[in-house]
Structures are given as structure tokens and as C-alpha cells.
T-cell receptor, first 113, second 115 residues
Framework: DQQVKQNSPSLSVQEGRISILNCDYTNSMFDYFLWYKKYPAEGPTFLISISSIKDKNEDGRFTVFLNKSAKHLSLHIVPSQPGDSAVYFCAASFTGGGNKLTFGTGTQLKVEL | ETGVTQTPRHLVMGMTNKKSLKCEQHLGHNAMYWYKQSAKKPLELMFVYSLEERVENNSVPSRFSPECPNSSHLFLHLHTLQPEDSALYLC??????????????FGSGTRLTVV
């Protein structure tokens, strides 16, 4: 049973436009959510996170939105750049669960010129 | 060296071989993790170590044997693996294993192929 789901395996966007990556979760105990980015032949790197007490967190071109009632979060990248082409993983954890992250399967983002 | 370093980057082994994966972190973190990434599957947590003590074994077969001699080093000893164990093995570290909200710092991974 996958508790964190990324239903779009791939996404293609033109440079300068907005990229929206989606993530759904089923475990209502999750209260902290993270996005990681992974380039080929490298490990995932932390991008941005959000606590369940917030519904939005922004860091430069990256914004994460959390809709707790829908158990849904999204990552917006504006404007998208070719260097953003990578696999994006959504991850979640919960207070009292230790620092154990549950990951989604990832979405391959391709930003085209 | 900074961050989390994993060696080797690639490994091909036969089903009767014994090999080890090595991970070293230079961040002063107290927790280390092994994750497995198979094709089209989410990253799966295998083991968690906190201050050299194993705090989680996520139903991993005994052919995978972790070792954490100190808070900076983590090994994954492999023996009599199966072809379905072929995957990317990722090591990660974090400041603490007991508190959520700390993200991980990942190594680059070891791409393992079992033939």
C-alpha cells in the first residue's frame, strides 16, 4: 500500500512556463512534507519542505502548496529552466514516527527550450 | 570531502559473491539510513541507525547485513543476493533519527547489478 503517490511519471514544460508537480498521500498522520530533486547518477537533494501547520511555503522560484483536507500537495516552479530537468520526489513524515521519510515514485520533469 | 560519500558507485556481483557497500558522512550527523530504489518503485527504507545503534530494520532479508562502527560510517554487507536485488542503494544521514522535520542528506548511491 503506497502511502505517498505521484501519479504522473513524467511532465514536459516549456522554458519560462510554470511546472506543477503533484503528490497525494493517504496517511493522515503525516505532518511534514518534503520535495527532493534527483539528477541522473546523483543522490536526491533536498529542495523545499512544508509543515502541516502551513498551507504554503515559498523559496525563490519554488513554492509548495499543501491541501490537508484533500491530502494533496503540489510543487510549483516558476519560471521553469532547463536546469530544472530532473526527477522530483515527494516525501512525508510524521511527528512521533522518528525521522523516517516515506517517498513517492517520482515525476520526471523535462523543461524544453 | 564533504556531505555523504558512497563507494563503490557501481557493483556487479554474482549470486554467490560477498561484497560490501560503504557510506561515510562528514556532516556530524547522528543518524544514518540505507534506502533501496528499484525501477518504478518508491525509495524503500531498509535500515536506520542512530548513534551507531540500529533502530529500524524494515523487514529486510538477512542476505543484507548492515554495520555501523561509528556515527560517520555505515556499511551494507551483501551475500547470496538474487537478481531482483539489483537496484540503486542510497545512503543518507540526518542530524537525528528521533525527530521528524529533519530532511536527509543523500549520497550518490551504488548501482548494484546481481548476475
Amino acid at each position: 500500500d503506497q502511502q505517498v503517490k505521484q501519479n504522473s511519471p513524467s511532465l514536459s514544460v516549456q522554458e519560462g512556463r510554470i511546472s506543477i508537480l503533484n503528490c497525494d498521500y493517504t496517511n493522515s498522520m503525516f505532518d511534514y512534507f518534503l520535495w527532493y530533486k534527483k539528477y541522473p547518477a546523483e543522490g536526491p537533494t533536498f529542495l523545499i519542505s512544508i509543515s502541516s501547520i502551513k498551507d504554503k511555503n515559498e523559496d525563490g522560484r519554488f513554492t509548495v502548496f499543501l491541501n490537508k483536507s484533500a491530502k494533496h500537495l503540489s510543487l510549483h516552479i516558476v519560471p521553469s529552466q532547463p536546469g530544472d530537468s530532473a526527477v522530483y520526489f515527494c516525501a512525508a513524515s510524521f511527528t512521533g514516527g522518528g525521522n523516517k521519510l516515506t517517498f513517492g515514485t517520482g515525476t520526471q520533469l523535462k523543461v524544453e527550450l | 570531502e564533504t556531505g555523504v560519500t558512497q563507494t563503490p558507485r557501481h557493483l556487479v556481483m554474482g549470486m554467490t559473491n560477498k561484497k560490501s557497500l560503504k557510506c561515510e558522512q562528514h556532516l556530524g550527523h547522528n543518524a544514518m539510513y540505507w534506502y533501496k530504489q528499484s525501477a518504478k518503485k518508491p525509495l524503500e527504507l531498509m535500515f536506520v541507525y542512530s548513534l551507531e545503534e540500529r533502530v529500524e530494520n524494515n523487514s529486510v532479508p538477512s542476505r543484507f547485513s548492515p554495520e555501523c562502527p561509528n556515527s560517520s560510517h555505515l556499511f551494507l554487507h551483501l551475500h547470496t543476493l538474487q537478481p531482483e536485488d539489483s537496484a540503486l542503494y542510497l545512503c543518507a544521514s540526518s542530524p537525528s533519527a528521533g525527530i521528524s522535520n529533519y530532511g536527509y542528506t543523500f549520497g550518490s548511491g551504488t548501482r548494484l547489478t546481481v548476475v
